[in-house]
């Protein structure tokens, strides 16, 4: 697929991916999938997203070919991609902080490398392909575990990695009350992870309703339509006996809805690096002392948080893009004890060539979108 | 309730939960969570202190002044040109990720590049469509209308406004052209009088 400009994508033979660096490796794409993030970019609210990209920063597949610096993977082995693009030797990735690996995104500092993000990440084509470039192979891609169902794999590439993190963010302790602000993918996967950790109460916020079913089942969570309150942190603070909760986490990111203003300046007319209405809630849920903990993707542009509530509350604010190969051992015994089924929020798989009306369907929120999965050579 | 020091009740106890939700507590432990930001574990996965061979620069590649030099990898997509192109090295060159004007040049320079490549696509066999490249056709095929309404959708309020912030610049642009059209057809007849007199 190829980025034709905000709300268009389309597909379009590209030249194949070379080997340009002795560590590369060029993977042949078996599963990739839309991530929410991935509409930040389809939104044209990521700057430096440059028409004739390649999306998509989940995905599975096999080895092609290998550069001649590559010494554990060989053609034909099945691997997972982690998201982040890491060189595993700089002062960052030393100390587990993949996500901030500092030797591959020369456009900035800020962020480390992500497939198919933008210029800002690094100016790397992503997955939603036939064949990807992997820098690093040696360092970031995993081969799949026999045991392990490829659809749950892909889900360990960025959304379910993602999630865990996010609780883990928390610092949740026993019988903590939990909010999780969004349920998308990766809300979905906090919450679920909130429990492992020993959470007390695990409460889902969002709007849709078909979500926030999912949420009850998959996740066994307490949920609440913020669309049917006039204001849910006044509500989020009547059930926790007006204390609030201990932890909040922010799943949303920059597209949230439930403010227009935030909404039409944001996430419309780009004034904004994000619509920050669910750090915003987030902040205003949790209890004086709590921890926030964001999950959600935001633009380098400045966005109106209420800092000074933050500051006020003595708040412990957490967030990252998520090291997810450092998630993956403890994530594998959780799916192989059957604590976890990641595969079950998949909620449709789109021919690659289908993939416009795809992105449209997720941005949409159509058809009881969760999880759309984009296969290439589907036919 | 914080009114007082106890904390609130909860309606499930540890145990409880542990017979409900399957892995409640499995990661009670902190030292069963995977290490997080912030701490030095030694976790690197590749020889420490080796700096990377460097990747071949194959045009002069665009890079954050903030950085002391090139990254020794970094993505070849899309190499910047055109107008678009000049204003994205112009933002890297000159401005930091600290300055609201990187930012906004580039976010400039993406709209720009949008309408250099929309017009450039008119040059070739393959022109931009509005009805496949936006997925449009799937309102029809993926209930567009009964995933919309009746489910008490918060995003339903404002769509309202989608058309105009989509057809918005194309109608601006559509007025400007036809007043520079109109302003020039007007301007000829009244030259030639000017003469004729």
Known sequence: MVYRGPYKVRVEEKDMPVIEHPGDAIVRVELASICGSDLHLYHGMMPDTRVGMTFGHEFIGVVEEVGPGVRNLQRGDRVMVPFNIFCGTCWFCARGLYANCHNVNPNATAVGGIYGYSHTCGGYDGGQAEFVRVPFADVGPVVIPNWMDEEDAVMLTDALATGYFGAQLGDIVENDVVVVFGAGPVGLYAAKSAWLMGAGRVIVIDHLEYRLEKARAFAHAETYNFAEYDDIVVHMKKVTDHLGADVAIDAVGAEADGNFIQHVTAAKLKLQGGSPVALNWAIDSVRKGGTVSVMGAYGPMFSAVKFGDAMNKGLTLRMNQCHVKRQWPRLFEHIRAGYLKPSEIITHRIPLEHIAEGYHMFSAKLDGCIKPLVVPNAG | ?197
């Open chain 2, 1 to 197: 309730m914080p009114y007082t020091p106890e904390r609130p009740a909860l309606t499930e106890s540890s145990e409880q939960l542990r017979a409900r939700i399957p892995g409640w507590g499995a990661d009670l432990n902190r030292e069963d969570r995977p290490s997080v930001p912030k701490l030095d574990r030694g976790e690197g996965t590749g020889v420490p202190g080796e700096f990377p061979e460097r990747q071949p620069e194959k045009w002069p590649r665009e890079r954050s002044i903030e950085h002391k030099f090139l990254t020794p990898v970094f993505g070849t997509s899309c190499p910047p040109h055109g107008l678009s192109g000049a204003l994205r090295k112009y933002s890297y060159r000159k401005y930091s990720e600290g300055r609201a004007a990187h930012w906004l040049l580039l976010l400039g320079a993406d709209r720009v590049d949008a309408w250099e490549q929309h017009l450039r696509s008119f040059l070739t066999l393959r022109p931009d469509n509005p009805i496949t490249e936006t997925g449009v056709l799937s309102e029809f095929t993926r209930h567009g209308i009964s995933s919309r309404f009746g489910k008490k959708r918060a995003d339903v309020k404002h769509q309202w406004l989608d058309p105009f912030i989509v057809a918005g610049p194309w109608l601006l642009m559509a007025a400007l052209v036809w007043s520079v059209v109109r302003k020039a057809s007007r301007s000829r007849p009244a030259r030639r009088t000017e003469l004729a007199n």
